[in-house]
């Protein structure tokens, strides 16, 4: 007697002669790793028999998904030639494909559709001329091929890669459009011994349970089941072995810098009102920043916690008309229900200046880290939320150019030497610059924005002896450059693979930096 699911599996696996442990996982309706422990079982009692193999399986990165969508350059050029010149021709001026490349492309991928042309075969270049091998038609249909096999990769998730021609999978490859890993595949497959007791009707289901309860001893029900033998010597599944998220560990990593640079971490809330986003940091409410385009607003409640009274009566002056800090202000009516409006924080500012207006005059350095919430679209280099760091040095001798030394020495803490300042403009700091590194794939990247606040917003938080130097930094781009990642969205990445090569890259960058 075995439990009905057990009797279930045996008969799947009768029926079909040998199967798949993911097609019977998909019969019975459990997960394979579930699944797995009751084919221990199995095999122990001599039922059946596991055999394993190594399979490798094709999988889409996010460009090949992406030209699974919108189509494969090259086949997007040659559409658009047949179009305007015909399918039947064979051959075609190089400075007439250029002109049609250049109407949908950049300059540069240009020259990197044309080499994969060469490369794959479809056309050679012959001075100022282009010959294809074969009609124009004839390439393009070569061309749906390949298209055809990453729209299958993009509905079915993977393909055995012996499914795939080994030309086009070298190529997808070298253009990193695919990616291969391996799996163990697992069949199933009954032992003599099953079969003649299946035949035979000497495995019958009944109901297994493995604990005895009072209600089934007093209902005479254990006389009418099996127990369930615990049986220790049945393997348990392999648990991966787990990593931090690499992004995760980066963060640790940068808090640990500050705090080496004498600074002390502090937090603040995530939904904010617009009073300690933008009002307090002078930024006038008629902003192209505080519209919906740039902000995420609450709906429900649309308005959060006043600060006190005299607090919003000073920033209220230094908006209108200067207040006392020697300014005109913006000169237009300051409006409190809009400085209480609720938003997702568009900048980590919003907590260093919580803390300076709570602290006020004095020798000190905070810092804080936190996602911040923009409506961005998402590309390679932009992303809806992502980490930014912020912090502000306070004393009465710092000067501008501590500012600088500070955020130069905590780069090249992280083994980024490459790094270069130049003047910005900001709403709420003068003298005012922005940090860039350089990044191998992407060059220049800016990283920070930086410069010391203006008395419109040290004044209304009693600051006036000291200066406070600020900077807001972010951290992704930090991320991508010390990892020489070229897009943001990997960041977030759910590939498993592709998470461990960057927890393996950042642990071997930061090895050698600290030696």
Not at 128 to 146: A, D, M
Not at 326 to 335: D, V
Request: charged residues 30%; neutral net charge; proline residues 4%.
């Amino acid at each position: 007697m075995l439990p009905e699911e057990y009797v279930n599996i045996l008969r799947i696996v009768f029926e079909k002669g040998c199967v798949s442990v993911d097609e019977v996982a998909s019969t019975v309706g459990r997960d394979v790793s579930s699944l797995m422990r009751i084919l221990g079982e199995l095999e122990f009692r001599g039922l059946i028999r596991t055999l394993r193999s190594t399979i490798k399986l094709v999988e889409l990165t996010d460009e090949g998904l992406n030209y699974s969508e919108v189509g494969l350059p090259e086949l997007r050029l040659l559409n658009y030639v047949k179009e305007k010149y015909g399918p039947n021709i064979s051959e075609i001026s190089l400075d007439d494909v250029l002109q049609c490349c250049r109407e949908m492309f950049s300059e540069k991928m240009c020259s990197i559709i044309l080499s994969n042309l060469v490369r794959s075969g479809l056309c050679k270049v012959e001075g100022r001329v282009i010959k294809f091998s074969g009609t124009l038609s004839e390439v393009v249909e070569r061309l749906l091929r390949k298209q055809k096999i990453l729209e299958e990769l993009k509905n079915v998730g993977t393909l055995d890669a012996s499914n795939v021609p080994p030309e086009v999978l070298q190529e997808f490859q070298k253009r990193k459009l695919v990616r291969i890993r391996e799996r163990t595949r697992i069949v199933i497959e009954l032992t003599d011994l099953c079969k003649n007791l299946l035949s035979s009707g000497k495995i019958v289901p009944a109901k297994v349970i493995t604990a005895l309860t009072p209600e089934i001893l007093r209902s005479g029900e254990w006389s009418r089941v099996v127990l369930k033998e615990f049986d220790l010597n049945i393997q348990v599944p392999e648990a991966p072995l787990s990593i931090p998220h690499f992004m995760r560990e980066f963060l640790e990593i940068i808090r640990d810098i500050f705090v080496e640079l004498g600074f002390e971490e502090v937090h603040g809330p995530i939904c904010e009102i617009e009073f300690w986003n933008f009002d307090t940091l002078f930024q006038a409410q008629d902003h192209p920043a505080r519209e919906v385009h740039d902000t995420f607003f609450i709906k429900h409640p649309v308005q959060g916690h006043a600060p006190p009274v005299d607090l919003l009566e000073k920033v209220r002056r230094v908006h209108e008309d200067g207040w006392e800090t020697g300014s005109r202000g913006w000169r237009y009516k300051w409006s409190p229900e809009r400085a209480l409006r609720l938003i997702l924080r568009t900048q980590t500012t919003a907590v260093t200046i919580r803390a300076l207006y709570e602290r006020g005059e004095g020798e000190y350095r905070i810092f804080t880290i936190g996602k911040v919430f923009r409506p961005e679209t998402l590309d390679p280099k932009h992303a809806m939320e992502f980490y930014q760091a912020d912090g502000i040095v306070v004393g009465r001798n710092v000067k501008f150019k501590h500012l600088l030394s500070i955020l130069e020495t905590f780069v090249k803490k992280l083994g980024i030497e490459k790094v270069m300042f130049k003047p910005a403009y900001f709403p709420f700091t003068c003298p005012s610059a922005e940090g860039y590194i350089w990044h191998e794939k992407l060059g220049w990247v800016e990283f920070v924005g930086c410069g010391v606040f203006r008395p419109e917003v040290t004044y209304p938080a009693g600051v006036r002896e000291c200066k406070v130097l600020a900077f807001g930094m972010g951290l992704d781009r930090l991320a991508m450059t010390l990892l020489e990642i070229d897009d943001i969205r990997l960041i977030h990445a759910r590939d498993v693979e592709k998470l461990k090569e960057c927890y393996s890259k950042l642990i071997r960058r930061l090895k050698i930096v600290r030696s």
